[in-house]
């Protein structure tokens, strides 16, 4: 991905692809101290860009690590970024990591860095696989309790056991990894929230020690605004086999139907095609954030 043409926004100004590098000394890459955000623009606009730009902030601040830059010139950054790349529909990647001026796990005077890299991403997961839906394996790793790790924070670090659960499925033929947590109740997917359709209402995991993802509460919003009765409550492994439909959520996912759990089978249905649609309608502006709060 290094090998590009195009810019990064890094520290404030705009360089070479290929030359937006950080030396291995590197206190984020050893040592994880790293939070970073995931974003769309759609039709040259991007979506909730605020909400993004504050989490980035939130994130760091749980790390311990001052990002050195407002909301306001955040957002002013991932607008020039996609500018200069000429991206009306796409992804966005801030990430702000301490940077290597001290060595150790103790680094509290190393600078504080932010960069903004923005690409084409049409979609997450394959529109094929989309369609019929994509398939979960069960994860054999549980996403920690908040006194184990910080789950409220968009952290880098978190994302370890993501990629090795990712990485598991993908190779036993499944597209991505439904995670438990400590208590074994069910979190989310590695990089999306978890929805469920079951005896006419939507239930969703309480984010209690996972991202409360933007997708998920804005979804939350779209399927309020069409009457559905939405519950945020413990989800138990057991529940799914009664399930309708169920469908993950997120920035890069968007709503993705589940066709399969393990050895669970679900047809995507009415109320996951809705939310698809609405989300679609709203992040491209056919549908006002006023109208989907009503
Ligand atoms: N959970 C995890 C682990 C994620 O990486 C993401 C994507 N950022 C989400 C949930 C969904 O969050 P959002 O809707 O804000 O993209």
């Not at 947590?181 to 999306?192: F, K, L, M």
Request: charged content about 25%; aromatic content about 10%.
């Amino acid at each position: 991905f290094h090998d590009r043409d195009g810019v990064i926004w890094f520290d404030g100004k705009l360089v070479p692809w290929r030359d937006a590098k950080v030396h291995v000394l590197t206190h984020g890459l050893h040592y994880g101290s790293s939070v970073f955000e995931g974003e769309r623009i759609y039709s040259g606009r991007i979506f909730k860009s605020r909400e993004h730009s504050q989490r980035l902030i939130r994130s760091g601040e749980i790390l311990g690590m001052k990002i050195p830059y407002t909301a306001e010139q955040i957002d002013a950054a991932k607008e020039e970024t996609c500018k200069a790349m000429n991206l009306t529909n796409g992804y966005i990647r801030p990430v702000a990591w301490r940077g290597s001026e001290m060595m150790g796990v103790s680094a509290q005077k190393n600078t504080i860095h932010l960069a903004i890299a923005v690409w084409e991403w049409p979609s997450y997961f394959s529109p094929e696989a989309r369609m019929k839906g994509i398939a979960l394996q069960w994860s054999k790793w549980r996403r920690p309790a908040p006194d184990t790790a910080p789950t409220a924070a968009k952290a880098a670090g978190l994302y370890m056991i993501c990629t090795m659960s990712k990485h598991a499925a993908e190779q036993d033929g499944f597209q991505d990894a439904l995670m438990l947590d400590y208590r074994g109740q069910v979190a989310e997917a590695t990089g999306a929230n978890f929805f469920m359709v079951k005896d006419g209402a939507i239930h969703t995991p309480t984010p209690d020690c996972f991202l409360d993802g933007i997708t998920r509460r804005t979804v939350i919003d779209l399927a309020k605004r069409r009457g559905y009765t939405l519950v945020e409550r413990a989800i138990f492994p057991e529940e799914l086999a009664g399930a309708s439909e169920i469908f993950l959520t997120g920035t890069a996912a968007e709503v993705t139907p589940v066709g399969r759990i393990g050895d669970l089978t679900f047809t995507p249905g009415e109320v996951c095609k809705t939310l698809m649609t609405d989300y679609d309608d709203l992040v491209n502006g056919r549908l006002t954030l006023a109208q989907a709060a009503e």
